[in-house]
């Protein structure tokens, strides 16, 4: 039984890590779109984004199994609940590719449109922080999840760069306000992606040291992060 | 032990109806700064999303103790890890508030800026959907729930439509960009808490009746949304 329980166990931490794979995946499509203008591949993301939902039920229930044959308790407990969590932000990253794949598909049409250099460095960093965030919760390391909570910082700023840049791009020449707000639209995307690597990133601190974290770290950076 | 364990889950059950009136509150503060002007009630609502991150903080760590001490089955089972879920989507809803609070703060300093009426009508559906939700969970009632969903389609429309008008009226008048940026950003706001309220709904439609209609229905109303 106990066996049993950790091959149960491992099997799910490997779901979670394909899924993010396919989180990262769609992340790198709507980069390679920016840069190649290729319509194609916007349909691509939302082929992915229903394999991470279709992943995503198959987790929650693996979860809820897991918790019902074996009650698991302290660690392991924690460890589940940990992975209902990620799961839900991994779910969520991919209704934000959804909603940069839309947002692509209007750029697209505009000939003259060209993104931001800091933009592409946001896809970057998100989907670094994504697979950070896995690689910590696969090998238990919150030096890895600090890690992410410091990207994190970095994809916040640039987010904020990009805002204020775009905004006067906007004010200058009205012309620009379509192709404005789209940039915008997609770096506050990408914040959010951001911001849920950093909620794996502060389970996997949870789940590993029993240690939360999340309140006071998430409203001190929020702060920062607006006053910019 | 069994009488012990109901009034724990009665207990639990109360303090996320608990939680869920302070991001009411939260919502209803930032609704009136836009109508009656006054920054003393932005400061406010930074001081509710505190209570709500404490708040979420212990619903947390009740629902995993009491999966620890009562290893629930089956219905029980998906009560709690449906307790879990919507903690996070509350306390996403309170994070939500603050970034409105923030961009309320840009809002105030502009002597001219108006607020459209469908923002406000926004925000009061938005309110309607979070203590329709709670309802829905509390009553055990789907059909309370599927009337959040049918709402949240609402939600989206508006946002759609000042979405649009806005960026009209920043075309015609570049000098409205900043304050129409603003408007923008806390309609999206609005919208996500919307979407939060939807999957405290949905959670509680797979609470009480097992049946996930999670992707299904969202894919289908994103679309939707998005075509519009």
């Given at each position: 039984?106990e066996?049993h329980f950790?091959t149960?166990?491992r099997?799910?931490?490997?779901?979670?890590v394909?899924?993010?794979?396919?989180?990262?995946?769609a992340?790198?499509?709507?980069?390679?779109?920016?840069?190649?203008r290729?319509p194609?591949?916007?349909?691509?993301?939302?082929?992915v984004?229903?394999?991470i939902?279709?992943r995503?039920l198959?987790?929650?229930n693996?979860?809820v199994?897991l918790?019902?044959?074996?009650q698991p308790l302290a660690?392991?407990?924690?460890?589940?609940?940990?992975?209902?969590?990620?799961?839900?932000?991994?779910e969520r990253m991919?209704?934000?590719a959804v909603?940069i794949?839309y947002?692509l598909?209007?750029?697209?049409?505009?000939?003259n449109?060209r993104?931001?250099?800091d933009?592409?460095e946001?896809f970057?960093?998100?989907?670094f922080m994504?697979?950070?965030?896995?690689?910590s919760f696969?090998?238990k390391?919150?030096?890895?999840?600090?890690?992410v909570?410091?990207?994190?910082?970095?994809v916040?700023?640039?987010?904020n760069k990009i805002?204020r840049?775009?905004?006067?791009?906007m004010?200058?020449d009205?012309?620009?306000?379509d192709?404005?707000l789209?940039i915008?639209?997609?770096?506050?995307?990408?914040?959010?992606?951001?911001?849920?690597?950093?909620?794996?990133?502060?389970?996997v601190?949870?789940?590993?040291?029993?240690?939360?974290?999340?309140?006071?770290?998430?409203?001190?950076?929020?702060?920062?992060?607006?006053?910019?």
């Amino acid at each position: 039984m106990e066996r049993h329980f950790e091959t149960s166990l491992r099997d799910l931490k490997q779901q979670l890590v394909g899924m993010a794979g396919y989180v990262e995946k769609a992340i790198d499509l709507a980069a390679d779109v920016l840069t190649r203008r290729d319509p194609a591949q916007i349909e691509e993301i939302f082929a992915v984004e229903k394999e991470i939902n279709k992943r995503h039920l198959a987790v929650d229930n693996a979860s809820v199994t897991l918790l019902a044959l074996q009650q698991p308790l302290a660690a392991d407990l924690r460890l589940i609940v940990a992975v209902l969590k990620m799961n839900t932000d991994l779910e969520r990253m991919g209704d934000q590719a959804v909603n940069i794949a839309y947002a692509l598909k209007d750029l697209l049409a505009r000939p003259n449109f060209r993104a931001p250099k800091d933009l592409l460095e946001m896809f970057t960093h998100a989907k670094f922080m994504v697979g950070e965030a896995l690689d910590s919760f696969v090998q238990k390391s919150p030096a890895l999840s600090r890690d992410v909570l410091k990207r994190d910082e970095t994809v916040d700023a640039l987010k904020n760069k990009i805002f204020r840049e775009t905004v006067e791009k906007m004010k200058a020449d009205p012309a620009q306000i379509d192709d404005g707000l789209g940039i915008i639209l997609i770096a506050r995307n990408l914040e959010r992606i951001g911001d849920h690597a950093t909620n794996i990133a502060e389970d996997v601190i949870f789940a590993a040291t029993g240690e939360d974290i999340r309140h006071g770290y998430k409203v001190e950076t929020l702060r920062e992060a607006l006053k910019k």
